[in-house]
Structure formats: C-alpha cells, structure tokens
C-alpha cells in the first residue's frame, strides 16, 4: 500500500513537471515567433529603404550626367564672358588711359597759350577748357571795328600769339566761332547778327590759313549770331562780353569717335 502511494505521488510530480515543461516549451516558442515576426518586419522595412536609396541613387546619378553637361555649357559660357570683360577691361583702361593724356594735352595747351598771350589783359583774352575742349575766347574790339568784319591790325599780334602755338599741335582741329550781342546790326555791308558772326569766323579761319600756315582741313568757320552768349545781354557789361570770337581747340572728329569706339565695333 505504501509503495501504491509513492508510485503516484511521483506520477504526480512527473505530471506536473510535465506541465510545466510544457508551458516553458510553448513560452519560448511563442518568444521565438515573436522574434522572428520582428526580424521580418525589419527586414520588410531594411528592404524598403534598400529600394529608396536604389532609386535615389539612380535620379542622382541622372541629375550628376546633366549637371556634367550644363556644367561643360556653363564653363564655357563663362570663359567666353571672362574672354569679354577682359577686353572690356583692357578697353576702359585704354580709354581712360587716353582720356588723362587728352586733360594732359589740354592742360599743357593753356599753359602754352596764357604763356604766349601773357601780355594781353585777362579780360580780353580768356583760356579754359570747357567739355572737354580748350575754348579761347578774343573780345571783339582785338579783333574788329564795330559792326565790321575786317580784322584791325591789333589782331595781328593775337592772332600770331595763338597761331605760335596752334601750329605745335597739328593733330588738333581749330573751330573759330563768332558771336554777337543781341543789339540789330544796322548797316550796308552785313545782313544782321548771323551774317556778321559768320563773316568774323570765316575772316579770322582764312588769316590763320594764309598769314601763318595753318591747314585747311583743320580749320571750322562757324556764327552763332546771339544765341550763345555767356553774361547777361540786358546790361552794358554783359553785351560787351558777349561780343567775342572763341577759338574752340578740340580733337580730329574721326580720332574722337575710334578713341569711343568699343573692341565689339572695333572688329
């Protein structure tokens, strides 16, 4: 009878060990389900990301061929706009290189003149450069009677003074304007203020030419009757300095116009 009972008191603990082991069996398996369902479900997702850096990396590489071939058109494109602002550049310093020996030019030509005419009265022969050109301006009685466009004899010793040094510069064009107050001109021999102004200018143009040498071609004869003055016509002192003869010293028109032109029109 005891040993009946001892037999199924270790059945019994068999049993339970059993179920036990059971339990612990089905505990790890569930675990190791659930563990595999994760590495799948990271794989799942690793696969994914896999397939996004694939189809990045293929429009990267598309995008990098493009690129290639903008950049080689960019390069270029801006090699060729380098090439130009490089000419530019050369050019403005070749302008501004000629525009300073031009102010040079100018300023030693007004040294030169006031040296030569360092005897007359400022206030009857002025010097000075003006747009860019050196204007010198004569009052009419050096030069002419009232109302007369023939020279008097005092007008040879400015007209010499000037011409000493006009003749240094053969490259620079000479333009003798005449000018008028606005008082009518009364008389036989001149029509009225523009015929006058014209008739000095082109008095004082011929005797530069024939009395001391200056070329013709260098030479420009122009009136402007009243209608330039530089004081106030309204008053005494102001007609009186309006009525002059400006010698205009200025550069040959086609030299002017290449100095300006830009190394595109150049070619």
């Not at 389900?33 to 598309?62: D, I, M, P």
């Not at 000037?162 to 021999?189: F, K, Q, R």
């Not at 001149?190 to 008095?203: C, Y």
């Not at 030419?209 to 122009?222: E, G, V």
């Amino acid at each position: 009878m005891k040993g009946t009972n001892i037999i199924i008191i270790l059945l019994s603990i068999l049993s339970i060990a059993g179920i036990i082991l059971f339990f612990t069996q089905r505990s790890k398996v569930s675990e190791a389900h659930s563990q595999l369902a994760n590495k799948v479900a990271q794989y799942e997702l690793l696969e994914q990301e896999a397939n996004h850096l694939r189809s990045t990396n293929g429009s990267l590489l598309g995008s990098m061929a493009d690129l290639s071939v903008v950049s080689k058109t960019g390069a270029e494109s801006i090699k060729q706009s380098l090439e130009s602002l490089g000419d530019q550049y050369s050019f403005i310093q070749d302008l501004t290189k000629k525009v300073q020996a031009k102010d040079s030019l100018n300023l030693s030509l007004v040294m030169n003149l006031k040296r030569s005419l360092g005897n007359i009265a400022d206030e009857d022969v002025k010097v000075e450069v003006r747009g860019g050109k050196v204007h010198i301006s004569i009052a009419d009685r050096l030069l002419f009677a009232s109302g007369s466009a023939r020279l008097n004899d005092e007008s040879q010793n400015v007209l010499n003074k000037i011409a000493l040094v006009l003749n240094d510069h053969s490259e620079l064009d000479v333009m003798v304007e005449g000018h008028t107050d606005n008082i009518p001109i009364e008389g036989n021999c001149v029509k009225d203020n523009w015929d006058l102004s014209v008739r000095r200018a082109t008095t004082v143009v011929r005797t530069l030419q024939d009395d001391y040498f200056l070329s013709p071609q260098r030479l420009i004869a122009a009136g402007r009757a009243e209608y330039a003055p530089i004081a106030d016509n309204s008053t005494d002192a102001g007609r009186k300095t309006n009525r002059r003869t400006e010698i205009v010293i200025t550069p040959q028109l086609d030299q002017f116009f290449n100095l300006l032109e830009s190394p595109a029109l150049a070619n």
